[in-house]
């Protein structure tokens, strides 16, 4: 089955800074590439996704890169605020079947 | 609308004890699931539901789990004889089949075991 590795497992930024989170995965039948941001107390919330015909996608501060021949993707937000701070997860999927990283705690210093 | 939700959002148990943990995931989404997090953990897959095909149950860690979809809406997640390493937040989600995957988490249940 799909596995998905995510690094860094913590990441510590100055407010204003980026902060890049990187993923792997490992079957190349994987087309659909969502990140989530977990806050305390709450369940994941969907922030961005790829598809595998695509190679880039932006969203105002967060942008998210797939790289399909490397089977890595990376989420990228730029100028962080403390309230970027949270865990995020990426994921792959295929068709509805998806498996999560472990995981990045980001910190946002003010 | 209405999102996912979970029932109980918290839950405190005896060693021993068995415990449902309920989910109703959004109206009209056939695919449901449920995933362990443990403390400062990621996203631990337990099992799926799509539709009315059989539920892939490859995310079970023992006999001890067990989870119900009825009327291919609501879902209730047993754990029977619950043990200490069973607490951890439990999770359910939902999507839509046909569209990009995208799931739509619930708050969690947190499973406290004594």
Known sequence: ?110 | GAGVSQSPSNKVTEKGKDVELRCDPISGHTALYWYRQSLGQGLEFLIYFQGNSAPDKSGLPSDRFSAERTGGSVSTLTIQRTQQEDSAVYLCASSLVDQHGEQFFGPGTRLTVL
């Open chain 1, 1 to 110: 089955g799909e596995n998905v590795e995510q690094h860094p497992s913590t990441l510590s930024v100055q407010e204003g800074d980026s902060a890049v989170i990187k993923c792997t995965y490992s079957d190349s039948a994987s087309n659909y590439f969502p990140w989530y941001k977990q806050e305390l107390g709450k369940g994941p919330q969907l922030i961005i996704d790829i598809r595998s015909n695509v190679g880039e996608k932006k969203d105002q501060r967060i942008a998210v890169t797939l790289n399909k021949t490397a089977k890595h993707f990376s989420l990228h937000i730029t100028e962080t605020q403390p309230e970027d701070s949270a865990v995020y997860f990426c994921a792959a999927s295929i068709d509805n079947d998806m498996r999560f990283g472990a995981g990045t705690r980001l910190t946002v210093k003010p």
